[in-house]
C-alpha cells in the first residue's frame, strides 16, 4: 500500500495516547480480509486542498473545549477522510467536503469528551457548562442553516464559512435535505447524551446508530461530490435505494470495528458494536469480532447486488445515476481505508490492508498490526 502520509508535518501521523481505564490490559484481535470488492483511491488534489483546511481549522477551531494537543493531533488525521471518500469530486467541491466534513469531526470529538466524563452541566470556571455549550453549538448551526449565522458564536461563524460553498453550489432542495439530515443527527446526538441506549440488541443499536453517525447526510455529501440529485429516484427505485442502505450500514460497521480501540481505553462508557455483540448475544471479545466482520461481508455482497441490478435497469443508462452509484463505492471504500488506517482510531498512522487478514493488538497508545514472530510468541 501506498504511504498516504508522507507529504505531511512531522507529528501529524500520531494522536496522543488515551486516558486508558484503570487496569485496562491489551487485547489481540483477529480480521479477516475485509472490503476486497472496494478499491479506494485518493483525491488527486488532496495534499493542497487538505493543507489549507488544516489552516482553516487552525484559525477557526480553536474555541472547541480540547487541549492544544488533543486539537493538533486528533483533527489533523481528519482530513484523510474526504482525500479517499470523495476521489473524484471536482477540487472546489472536494475543498467543500474536506470543511464540512473536518467541522463535523470537531463536533464529534467535543461530544466524545462529554461521553467521557470531562465536564457536566456545571458550570465551568467561565460560567458556561459542557451542556450549554452543546446547546449553544446546535442552536448555532440551525440559525446558520437557515441564513441567519450568529457571526458573534465561534460555532457559527466556523459553520457559515463552512456552508457558503455548499449553498452556493447545491440547488436549494438538496441543501434544504442535507441541513436536515444534519440537524437530524444534532438532535440525534443530544439524546445519546441524555439518554444512552440500555442492552439493545445489534439491530436497535444500528438504528439508533446510523442516526447519531449521519450516516444519511454521508449519502448527500456523495451527491454533492458527484453534482447529482437522485432523492426522487431514492424514492421510486428501491435498488438504488438498496445501494445507500448498504452503504451505511457497511459504514457505521467499519467505523465501530476500528474505533473500538478508541472506545475501549478512552475512560467512558462504551457503546460500540462489538460490546453490543458481546452483551446482547454472549460472545467472547473475538466472537463478537467474528459476528461483526460476518455482517460487513453481508452488507458488502448486498452492495454490489444492488449497484449492480441498477446498472443493469432502466436506471443504469442515465450519466448522473452512474456518477451517484460510483460516488457510493468510492466513498464505502474510502471510509473503509480511512477507518482502518488513521491515527484518529489508532493513535498512530496504521500500515494495514483490510483487503488482507491481520491480527492487531490494542492498546491504549496505538494499535499493532503483530508480525509473524509475534503471533507466533
Excluded at 486516558?19 to 483477529?30: G, H, L, N, S
Excluded at 443527527?185 to 439491530?203: G, I, N, S, T, Y
Excluded at 449519502?219 to 453534482?227: M, N, R
Aim: hydrophobic share 40%; net charge negative.
Amino acid at each position: 500500500m501506498d504511504d498516504i502520509l508522507e507529504t505531511r508535518a512531522p507529528g501529524q501521523d500520531r494522536c496522543p495516547p488515551l486516558a486508558a481505564v484503570p487496569q485496562a490490559e491489551p487485547v489481540t484481535i483477529r480480521l479477516p480480509p475485509l472490503g476486497r470488492g472496494l478499491a479506494a483511491t485518493r483525491h488527486p488534489q488532496a495534499a493542497e486542498v487538505s493543507a489549507r483546511v488544516l489552516e482553516w481549522a487552525d484559525r477557526h477551531l480553536t474555541f472547541l473545549p480540547l487541549s492544544e494537543e488533543d486539537l493538533r493531533y486528533s483533527l489533523r488525521p481528519v482530513v484523510l477522510f474526504p482525500e479517499w471518500a470523495f476521489p473524484s469530486a471536482s477540487v472546489e467541491r472536494f475543498a467543500d467536503l474536506s470543511a464540512f466534513t473536518t467541522y463535523f469531526f470537531a463536533i464529534d470529538d467535543t461530544l466524545d469528551n462529554l461521553r467521557c466524563g470531562e465536564g457536566d452541566d456545571e458550570d465551568d470556571d467561565e460560567g458556561f457548562g459542557h451542556g450549554e455549550l452543546i446547546r449553544s453549538a446546535v442552536d448555532a448551526c440551525v440559525r446558520a442553516h437557515h441564513g441567519d449565522p450568529d457571526l458573534t458564536s465561534p460555532w457559527g461563524a466556523a459553520y457559515a464559512d463552512v456552508l457558503d460553498g455548499v449553498r452556493r453550489r447545491m440547488t436549494p432542495e438538496q441543501y434544504t435535505r442535507l441541513t436536515a439530515v444534519c440537524e437530524e443527527w444534532f438532535d440525534a446526538c443530544v439524546r445519546a447524551l441524555d439518554a444512552p441506549l440500555k442492552d439493545p440488541d445489534l439491530e436497535t443499536y444500528l438504528a439508533d446508530r446510523l442516526l447519531t453517525a449521519a450516516a444519511e447526510a454521508a449519502v448527500g455529501l456523495v451527491e454533492y461530490a458527484t453534482a447529482t440529485d437522485v432523492a426522487g429516484l431514492r424514492r421510486s427505485d428501491a435498488d438504488l435505494e438498496a445501494v445507500c442502505q448498504a452503504s451505511r450500514r457497511f459504514g457505521v460497521l467499519v467505523n465501530d470495528l476500528f474505533s473500538y480501540r478508541r472506545d475501549l481505553f478512552s475512560g467512558g462508557p462504551v457503546v460500540n458494536a462489538v460490546t453490543v455483540l458481546r452483551q446482547s448475544e454472549g460472545l467472547g471479545l473475538q466472537g463478537a469480532v467474528d459476528r461483526l466482520c460476518e455482517e460487513l461481508d453481508a452488507a458488502e455482497a448486498a452492495l454490489h447486488t444492488a449497484h449492480d441490478k441498477v446498472l443493469a435497469g432502466p436506471l443504469g443508462a442515465r450519466p448522473d445515476v452512474r456518477a451517484f452509484v460510483k460516488g457510493i463505492l468510492e466513498m464505502t471504500a474510502g471510509n473503509l481505508r480511512f477507518s482502518a488506517t488513521t491515527p484518529r482510531y489508532h493513535g498512530a498512522r496504521l500500515g494495514l490492508d483490510p483487503h488482507e487478514g491481520s491480527i492487531l493488538r490494542l492498546t491504549a497508545e496505538r494499535t499493532v498490526v503483530l508480525s509473524v514472530e509475534e503471533r507466533a510468541g
